[in-house]
């Protein structure tokens, strides 16, 4: 059967070093454009003496079997997803209804007691959210939207926006961030996206009387956004594990344990980069470094 190969580069440069790097994927198809073989193409240089120049070996890794199940679990997932949310619109549809007089009056009791069912389906709603967001990125289907944005209105406009949350929860959010902030190409969706989920979690690691503080720092080409609050704190030994995808702290309030993993594929997307430091029972701060001016155009660029 005549054969088709596909590259996909992920990394075109090959290091100096003595590092293996991935440089590539190889796909080999048939007539019909079926998955036939998906190889990983890993490269390394090999020094020659006499100061000749480094030939450069390639090694290929088939992983076919694990693209054939990272498929099959990413099609599952997402009708799961969508199975799950249209009875939990109804439902939610049906709780406000009620909540709102409309099927007849309610105790002080009744109207208590659907309140709370009204927020767990609030609540499963965004988990769903979540696990189909993170499948979109799992499967390459997330589409970006990159223009030219300001970032510290779309700074403000978060913490305004999570500002009664925050009260809520006995907590003050405090927005620090330089009110004349670059411009930036990027998502405004997205980016808000991360900015919400940071300051959020925040919310649900820190306890009544705490606080959460946006601030903005400018560094060479590159915008950086750090959300600290006085919560609970993260362990040393998670903190390099909290980006995986379904890990989870024991800190409050842990849902699917994507969240951060989201936010960190959003954020690298955009070339960009995220850290985290933290100090149990004092607080955590995570930090977002961001691409500005013609950086952030090559970024949204690829």
Not at 274 to 280: D, F, G, L, N
Request: hydrophobic content about 40%; aromatic content about 4%.
């Amino acid at each position: 059967m005549p054969a088709q190969a596909q590259l996909f580069s992920s990394n075109k440069t090959i290091p100096t070093e003595n590092k293996a790097t991935l440089t590539c994927e190889l796909r080999i198809t048939g007539e019909n454009d079926e998955l036939e073989r998906v190889y990983q193409a890993f490269g390394s240089p090999v020094h020659q003496g006499g100061g000749e120049e480094p030939l450069v070996a390639i090694v290929l890794h088939d992983i076919t079997a694990q693209k054939v199940e990272e498929q099959s679990r990413t099609e599952f997932i997402s009708m799961v997803s969508h199975e799950l949310r249209n009875p939990l619109n109804s439902l939610n549809g049906f709780i406000k209804v009620v909540l709102k007089g409309q099927a007849g009056a309610l105790t002080p009791l009744q109207h208590e007691f659907l309140g709370i069912a009204d927020g767990q389906v609030e609540l499963l709603k965004g988990l769903i959210a979540e696990l189909l967001e993170f499948n979109r990125l799992e499967a390459g289907r997330l589409v970006l939207d990159p223009q030219w944005n300001d970032l510290s209105l779309l700074v403000a406009g978060t913490a305004t926006r999570l500002h009664l949350q925050a009260q809520q929860n006995g907590l003050t959010l405090i927005n620090e961030a330089d009110g004349n902030l670059p411009d930036c190409i990027f998502d405004s969706e997205r980016i808000g996206q991360v900015l919400t989920n940071l300051i959020e979690n925040a919310i649900k690691a820190t306890p009544p009387g705490g606080s959460i503080t946006v601030r903005s720092e400018l560094h060479d080409s590159e915008v950086w956004l750090r959300i600290c609050d006085t919560g609970v704190g993260i362990p040393a030994t998670q903190l390099k594990d909290i980006f995986n995808p379904f890990y989870t702290t024991k800190s409050p309030g842990q849902g699917t344990g994507l969240g951060l993993s989201v936010v960190h594929s959003l954020v690298r997307r955009y070339h960009g980069d995220i850290r985290v430091c933290s100090t149990p029972n004092v607080g955590t701060t995570f930090t977002i470094e961001l691409p500005c001016g013609c950086d952030a155009a090559e970024a949204a660029a690829v």
